[in-house]
């Protein structure tokens, strides 16, 4: 007898998003997605139209937000299993998005990992939250008798033991400004060859040294710029916009960078367009004597790569400051899938 298919509506505004949402529930061939849509308002009449089995919800979306739409989904397809499936981290939100009706929340940043987990959870009747939230106690205010019967069934995620990196980010030690700017020549030119949308965030130098490098390469970088297809950044400009107390913000971050990776999408005609960032953020930290602040900003680097088809190379220039201690060397290569030095 055949499995009964399971009916997915996937509500999310960034379309290589959804994406990776579709080639994650393709590892279980019951799970068919029947509609994607980018909007909330949109969401709420196909939930009614086509009552879903299991709604995927974004909670930042255009015309009506998620919890918003989670509530009304509620009342027009009752039957309905709600995932909430966002980047937002703040407890409260997440509070909000399991009180409106929805049975679980994944951070996009660990989606790859552990959407399959929390999808059978969830049709198991079963609540999930992420790895990351699950040292909070989110309970429903609708129903505080059942509150400590439904912490008990959280399920808790399955984490892969050595995973690796289907995306590469690696990282580049220099002992002198010629061999970064090689390497870097060669990596963003071959991401605009290839067709791909290359991310660069570095010193003012170093960005002024790539272009003509780039023209010799053989590249029509003008053209690459008008189409958006490149994107300079300065590093310490981009620093400064998620920086919190020395330390990087999660959610500030990840919504810088969610925001830049749909601009340089966008941008690439190709079915399968991948991005490519170089990064001189965490060389500057680390400069600065701020090691552990380079550390957390590699960690959500792996992050991105698990969440996104991105590719990031990380420059360290060690000619320019004195050099690393043993322990942050090797703490910092711990969180690369592959590590150079020239």
């Not at 799970?31 to 009449?45: F, P, R, T, Y």
Request: net charge negative.
């Amino acid at each position: 007898m055949a499995t009964p298919l399971i009916r997915v509506l996937v509500v999310d505004d960034f379309e290589p998003f959804r994406r990776l949402v579709a080639k994650v529930l393709q590892r279980q061939p019951e799970l068919q997605i029947i509609c994607e849509v980018s909007d909330g308002l949109e969401a709420v009449q196909k939930a009614e139209e086509m009552q879903p089995d299991l709604v995927l919800l974004d909670i930042g979306l255009p015309s009506l937000n998620g919890i918003e739409a989670a509530q009304r989904i509620r009342e027009l397809s009752p039957k309905s299993k709600i995932l909430f499936v966002s980047q937002e981290t703040s407890s409260d939100l997440v509070q909000g998005a399991l009180a409106s009706g929805g049975s679980g929340y994944v951070l996009k940043m660990n989606a790859r990992n552990e959407l399959l987990t929390a999808v059978n959870a969830v049709l198991g009747g079963k609540r999930f939250v992420g790895a990351i939230l699950g040292g909070n106690k989110f309970t429903d205010p609708r129903d505080e008798q059942t509150a400590d019967r439904t912490r008990s069934e959280v399920v808790p995620p399955l984490l892969p033991q050595n995973a690796r990196m289907t995306c590469r980010h690696e990282a580049g030690f220099y002992s002198d400004d010629r061999f970064a700017l090689d390497d870097l020549t060669q990596f963003i030119g071959a991401a605009l060859k290839a067709g791909n949308a290359p991310i660069v965030v570095a010193t003012k130098s170093h960005r002024d040294s790539l272009l003509p490098r780039l023209q010799a390469y053989g590249l029509d970088i003008g053209t690459a710029i008008e189409q958006g297809r490149y994107i300079a950044l300065d590093a310490a400009d981009t620093l400064s916009t998620f920086m919190l107390n020395g330390m990087p913000d999660v959610v500030r971050f990840l919504k810088l960078f969610d925001d830049l990776v749909v601009t340089a999408s966008k941008a690439v005609k190709a079915e399968q367009a991948r991005v490519a960032i170089f990064g001189e953020m965490c060389h500057l930290l680390w400069a600065q004597g701020n090691a552990e602040a380079a550390i957390q900003v590699e960690k959500l680097g792996n992050q991105l790569v698990q969440t996104y088809d991105l590719d990031i190379l990380c420059g360290y220039s060690l000619g320019s400051v004195r050099g690393m201690n043993s322990h942050v060397f090797q703490r910092i290569c711990a969180e690369h899938s592959a590590v150079h030095s020239r």
